[in-house]
């Protein structure tokens, strides 16, 4: 639907009018603002990386939120649901365990051992070494996930919206993005976070909403087929053994990824380090276990609905941006440009300011300059942000070499296989008190090496067939899930055989940490109980009722 205003056509797909180009340009000017009143607001702060541990539970929780919904997050689970139904929805639903376990387990024991990096609970609870190649290793996963990735997948699509080139659109995003994460650090990013997440529920939602109104009822799109699976599958979370998603690689696989990803990964811990108090934090990752019930009725649904509106598309990538261009009026279709774009730079400065902060903290303050005052610190913090800008462009550059790779299979597969080895040895090292550093090591090192690997022979399909043709494979989860356990048992092995090594410092029960500061009490567990209770319900109906 287009208004009788003059038509700009960008990339061939998605035609905007006037009226969207100001709307989208409106979202810029407030981006740009917000983060310039925020910058602006710290300008005396040294404290470029926690933000004087000054935020509240709303932009904690909406920060969190925002720094996970990336473009590709966006076009893939769009896409997933048109191709593969439901089933795509456990990894937004089953989140809510793992944050439970960051607010209420992993963010105490970070406080109470004062770290400003999850590299540096390594240190505290272990040794230098742990602490040394969790420096490098958070470095590596920040570059490859969370600013190489998201900057070329996002300059990818600003270039088909706006009909530009790719490096173009890179630049673009980056100077955005950098501008006031530079100037503002960890609050700029976690307000302009809260302003994103906000726009992008908003914006979803109206998508959803429409393209649910042009269904032709509730009985047709409970009977729908959607791709190749079976029609009484396609509401299903859980699937039978043999399908291609059976239900036990999700419950063995996916905790793997999330005890890295929600509480161990340095970009989302972060976001919680930087809470005024332990009530504020685990207030915040409660608010956030709530919005995580919003990504399948938003982002998921308007993929199951395009089956039956727009059926015959060949690319799942482009279900996103066909709904966008047949059925969004003049206006909304630039509030959808502004959508994906928030959702690139919503995670990109996250992850320039997580980089940053492990960069300054774990390598420069510790090696280089032991005695570097904070305003040093913090001048630092603005040049390796700028740095960490130019490197994201220089891989996107050179992901755009790699033609025919499916970015956003690759990126869920190196989660799988990056996660292994640090979620054995965070969670042994949070519930085991007899882990010791030796272990912690060895398992970090050589499980390191020998999950990597893997990944790199599954990933380029490397021995991908038997001598019948088969995938010798397994489904990436449950390769995750066999990997973590074998890490798992050579660091209980390994430390029943060493012992624990003077640079430890043993961590107090949990209890403990709650007497020297409650949190948020008994409110919050009767929020998590009526949390509990949604999800529950919400798989009694998909699983049961649909």
Not at 194 to 203: A, E, H, K, N, Y
Not at 227 to 256: C, H, M, N, Q
Not at 260 to 277: E, H, K, N, P, Y
Request: glycine fraction near 10%; include cysteine; proline fraction near 4%.
């Amino acid at each position: 639907m287009t208004s009788s205003a003059a038509l700009l056509a960008f990339g061939g797909d998605v035609t905007m009018t006037t009226l969207d180009v100001a709307v989208f340009g409106l979202y810029i000017v407030a981006l740009l603002a917000i983060g310039g009143w925020a910058s602006y607001r710290v300008r005396g702060s040294e404290d470029l990386f926690l933000g004087g541990r000054s935020m509240g539970w709303p932009n904690v929780g909406l920060s969190i939120f925002g720094t996970n919904i990336g473009p590709t997050f966006l076009i893939a689970t769009c896409g997933a649901g048109y191709t593969t139904g439901m089933v795509t929805a456990n990894f937004e639903w089953l989140a809510w365990v793992f944050l439970f376990l960051l607010g209420m387990v992993f963010l105490p024991f970070y406080l109470n051992t004062k770290i400003s990096t999850t590299p540096e609970f390594m240190k505290k609870r272990f040794s230098n070494g742990c602490y040394t190649f969790m420096s490098w290793y958070a470095l590596l996963g920040i570059v490859v996930l969370w600013i190489g990735g998201t900057l070329f997948a996002g300059g990818a699509l600003l270039g088909q919206l706006l009909g530009w080139d790719l490096m173009p659109s890179v630049w673009a995003l980056a100077i955005i993005a950098t501008s006031f994460t530079v100037a503002g650090g960890l609050v700029a990013v976690m307000v302009t976070d809260s302003f994103q997440s906000i726009l992008m529920i908003v914006g979803a939602a109206t998508l959803s909403i429409i393209a649910a109104s042009h269904l032709e009822g509730f009985d047709a799109l409970r009977h729908l087929k959607v791709g190749s699976v079976p029609t009484e599958l396609t509401w299903k979370l859980f699937r039978p053994a043999g399908s291609s998603d059976p239900w036990y690689a999700f419950i063995l696989g996916y905790p793997v990824l999330s005890i890295w990803f929600w509480c161990s990964d340095q970009t989302i811990v972060q976001r919680a380090l930087g809470a005024r108090d332990l009530r504020q934090g685990q207030a915040g990752t409660l608010f956030c276990g709530f919005l995580k019930i919003l990504p399948p009725f938003i982002f998921l649904f308007p993929g199951i609905f395009a089956a039956a509106l727009l059926p015959g598309i060949k690319d799942d990538k482009q279900v996103f941006l066909q709904l966008v261009n047949q059925y969004l009026p003049s206006g909304l279709t630039g509030l959808m440009v502004a959508v994906l774009v928030a959702a690139v730079i919503s995670t990109l400065d996250s992850g320039l300011n997580s980089f940053s902060t492990v960069f300054t903290l774990d390598i420069f303050k510790r090696w280089l300059v032991p005695s570097a005052s904070g305003h040093l610190v913090k001048r630092v913090g603005q040049l390796v942000t700028c740095v960490a800008a130019l490197l994201a462009v220089a891989i996107a550059w050179l992901l755009s070499k790699a033609e025919g790779t499916n970015l956003f299979n690759l990126f869920q597969s190196i989660i799988g296989y990056m996660a292994p080895p640090v979620s054995a040895v965070f969670l042994l090292g949070i519930f085991w008190k007899r882990a010791t550093a030796r272990a912690a090591l060895a398992t970090l090192l050589l499980g390191s090496a020998i999950s990597l690997s893997i990944g790199v022979a599954d990933i380029t399909d490397c021995f991908a067939a038997d001598a019948t043709g088969e995938d010798i494979w397994p489904h990436f989860l449950l390769l995750s899930f066999y990997l973590f356990a074998g890490n798992f048992l050579f660091m209980v092995v390994m430390s029943l055989c060493t012992e624990h090594s003077p640079s430890e410092t043993p961590l107090p029960a949990l209890r403990e940490t709650y007497r020297d500061n409650p949190g948020i009490g008994r409110a919050g567990l009767v929020g998590w109980a009526a949390l509990a209770a949604i999800m529950i319900g919400l798989y009694v109906v998909f699983n049961v009722v649909m």
